[in-house]
Each structure stands twice: as structure tokens, then as C-alpha cells.
């Protein structure tokens, strides 16, 4: 599945279109709007659907970590606070690692790195993929039943891949930043229920990312809240040093503190 900047203009026109829905009113989130400090602590499993890889870009052989070690599942976890910096700007922090490895054979002979790995021989694989962001959102609509925010992301990578057979390892890093656009809507069907839609992406003419994840969160009291949702990851780098697409799927469960 491939995210282009076109569909993710759609996804926000839609957004907006679903706002223009609700009429203005007071919010069913008063609570909420006055606790201007949020802390998010979310952990689940994912599933790789896609993980290719080809290092360096021109001259490697392409091969699949989902196929080598397995689609999952696997745990993962990350963190997330928001500041409210009042009733139209905000900030927010992420802490997301994210970690998969296991063992495998691959199926041909394979150029990683610089390193020849043999066909049908154990190989221990790791895909390392920990991400660290820090954005700002501006709410640009806020009625009765909806708050939509805009906004846009500072998205540090920490990525690695690397292969081991018996004495030959090869393994490549990279740390880099990207900046991502963010939107958000929030529905409100009644004071404690919440949907959640988010969405941090980007999309150029070497790579795109995207992080789009949906939630159904409910208010346990007024300082906390628990959701459950889906999240996908999907993205990667095509140039000469490395080709690396993946599309990673996951169910969680995150608990909400407000104060």
C-alpha cells in the first residue's frame, strides 16, 4: 500500500469536510480543554505486512526481513505528551521505539553491506526503527462534537538493519530529520467518548513517510482516559545508498493522564 502526497491532501479535505458537518456549540470536552497537560502511555503488538530492503541501493540484492524472521507479532510501546499552550496552539513530544528481529534463511544468495550471505543458512536479522518527534498543532476548529488541528512535525529517525550468519555480520545505520505535516480531529459523541484520528506524513520524489493511527478512547474519570486503536506505519528511502520500504500494522491500548 503506497501513500502519495495527493492522497494525504485528500485525507484532509476530507477532514475538513466532515467538520463542516457540526454546528457550533459548546464543547462536550470541557473537562478536557482544562487540563492543558496530557500524558499518553500507549503498548501493543504490530505486524510487518512489508519490510524490503536492498543496501546500498545500486548493487545490493533486495530481500524481505517480514519474509526472513516473520510478519509477528511483536511489542511495541511509545509515549506522548501534549501541552495545551492555550485554546489554539499546542506542542507535543513522541518517544516511539521500535524494534523487530529473528531468525530466518534466506532464500538466494544476498549482498548486504558489503557481506555475502549464503541461501538456507540460519540468519539472525534485526530492523531497527525507533522514531523521535516534536511538533506544533494549531486548532483551527473547535464546535459542540469536533476539534480539527494543523500543524507540523520535526520527525528524528534511528534506523538499522543488520544481518548475521556465523561470523559474517553486516549492519547499516542511519540518523537523520525529516519534516513531517500533521492533522488531527477529534469527535466528541457524548462527554466521556472520543474518536481520534492522527496523522504525521510527508511524501517526495525519494520517499515518503506516513504514521496514521484511529482510536476510540473513553473517560475513565476526569484526569484519565483509555483507548484502543489501530496504527499504521508506512514509508521508506529509494536512492543510490539504500532502498528500504516498509508497512508496519498495529493494535494498542494507551492510558491517558491529564492534569
Given at each position: 500500500m503506497a501513500y502519495t502526497s495527493a492522497s494525504m491532501t485528500r485525507l484532509a479535505i476530507l477532514l475538513l469536510l466532515c467538520a463542516g458537518c457540526s454546528a457550533p456549540g459548546s464543547s462536550l470536552s470541557a473537562h478536557r480543554d482544562a487540563q492543558p497537560f496530557r500524558l499518553d502511555l500507549e503498548g501493543?503488538?504490530?505486524?510487518?505486512?512489508?519490510?524490503?530492503?536492498?543496501?546500498?541501493?545500486?548493487?545490493?540484492?533486495?530481500?524481505?526481513?517480514?519474509?526472513?524472521?516473520?510478519?509477528?507479532?511483536?511489542?511495541?510501546?511509545?509515549?506522548?505528551?501534549?501541552?495545551?499552550?492555550?485554546?489554539?496552539?499546542?506542542?507535543?513530544?513522541?518517544?516511539?521505539?521500535?524494534?523487530?528481529?529473528?531468525?530466518?534463511?534466506?532464500?538466494?544468495?544476498?549482498?548486504?553491506?558489503?557481506?555475502?550471505?549464503?541461501?538456507?543458512?540460519?540468519?539472525?536479522?534485526?530492523?531497527?526503527?525507533?522514531?523521535?518527534?516534536?511538533?506544533?498543532?494549531?486548532?483551527?476548529?473547535?464546535?459542540?462534537?469536533?476539534?480539527?488541528?494543523?500543524?507540523?512535525?520535526?520527525?528524528?529517525?534511528d534506523a538499522e538493519v543488520e544481518l548475521v550468519q556465523g561470523a559474517t555480520r553486516a549492519s547499516d545505520s542511519n540518523v537523520g530529520l525529516v519534516p513531517l505535516a500533521n492533522f488531527a480531529a477529534e469527535f466528541y459523541p457524548s462527554e466521556d467518548w472520543r474518536i481520534v484520528a492522527e496523522l504525521d506524513g510527508l511524501a517526495s520524489g525519494q520517499g515518503r513517510a506516513v504514521d496514521f493511527s484511529l482510536r476510540g478512547s473513553y473517560d475513565l474519570t476526569e484526569g484519565a482516559s483509555l483507548s484502543l486503536g489501530y496504527r499504521t506505519i508506512e514509508g521508506g528511502a529509494d536512492n543510490e545508498d539504500v532502498f528500504s520500504f516498509a508497512w508496519l500494522n498495529s493494535v494498542f491500548a494507551s492510558l491517558e493522564l491529564r492534569f
Open positions: 501493543g503488538a504490530l505486524w510487518q505486512n512489508r519490510n524490503d530492503v536492498r543496501i546500498p541501493g545500486e548493487g545490493g540484492t533486495r530481500f524481505s526481513i517480514a519474509d526472513l524472521i516473520g510478519e509477528g507479532e511483536y511489542p511495541i510501546w511509545r509515549v506522548t505528551g501534549d501541552w495545551d499552550v492555550d485554546a489554539r496552539h499546542a506542542v507535543r513530544a513522541v518517544i516511539a521505539p521500535l524494534e523487530v528481529d529473528g531468525t530466518g534463511s534466506l532464500p538466494s544468495a544476498t549482498v548486504f553491506d558489503g557481506q555475502t550471505f549464503a541461501a538456507g543458512t540460519p540468519t539472525d536479522a534485526k530492523y531497527r526503527f525507533n522514531s523521535y518527534r516534536l511538533g506544533y498543532r494549531y486548532t483551527y476548529l473547535h464546535t459542540e462534537h469536533w476539534r480539527l488541528r494543523v500543524g507540523g512535525t520535526l520527525f528524528v529517525r
